[in-house]
């Protein structure tokens, strides 16, 4: 069964992050949704150009079994700043979807906006001073609850693997991960 997964993208998201997320995922056969912030195609943190499906104007009336946000900046704070995506994350915590950050997102998006509240979670290391639990920020990938957060760019294929198992299972994240070679 297809699962409905909403990955936000803007100006200065992390490149690595965004396509590996998307990748994975999508190998996994989910029906994945690019959503852009502002305009459909936006350029990343390192110059590479990326084009949404949609903005995230657009998506404010679905449903997703996951939302993802990649890190980088300032992609993290035109995600913070997107009032469109706040209320997709509310909805989704409030209505106990999985949800996700990496690199910078947990910290400028997620805590920002209170959604780590009683929440280990893990950042990239520049913003762990922004997070309120530091419990786990050595760890690579933190799953606490239904949220899902990680370090940073070397971490993105463990990240999006974790993604895979939680909602295909353990089974498909080892098909993939046996697909593109990961360890």
């Not at 657009?58 to 890190?71: F, K």
Request: glycine share 8%.
């Amino acid at each position: 069964m297809s699962k409905k997964v909403l990955v936000p993208i803007a100006d200065g998201s992390e490149e690595i992050e965004a396509v590996c997320i998307i990748d994975v995922l999508r190998r996994a056969e989910a029906s994945v949704t690019v959503a852009s912030v502002d305009k459909l195609q936006v350029t990343a943190s390192r110059g590479v150009k990326l084009v949404a499906d949609q903005l995230i104007a657009d998506c404010v009336n679905n449903t997703y079994d996951l939302i993802a946000l990649p890190g980088g900046m300032p992609g993290a704070e035109h995600l913070r700043d997107s009032k469109e995506l706040e209320i997709l994350l509310k909805r989704q915590q409030q209505q106990g979807g999985w949800y996700g950050a990496i690199c910078a997102s947990p910290a400028v998006v997620l805590q920002h906006h209170g959604l780590l509240s009683h929440c280990r979670a893990t950042c990239h290391p520049s913003f762990v001073h922004q997070l309120e639990n530091t419990d786990a920020v050595e760890s690579r990938v933190v799953v606490d609850g239904l949220c899902i957060t990680s370090r940073g760019p070397g971490t993105a294929l463990e990240f999006s693997l974790k993604l895979v198992a939680l909602l295909y299972g353990e089974q498909k994240a080892k098909e993939i991960s046996e697909a593109v070679v990961v360890g």
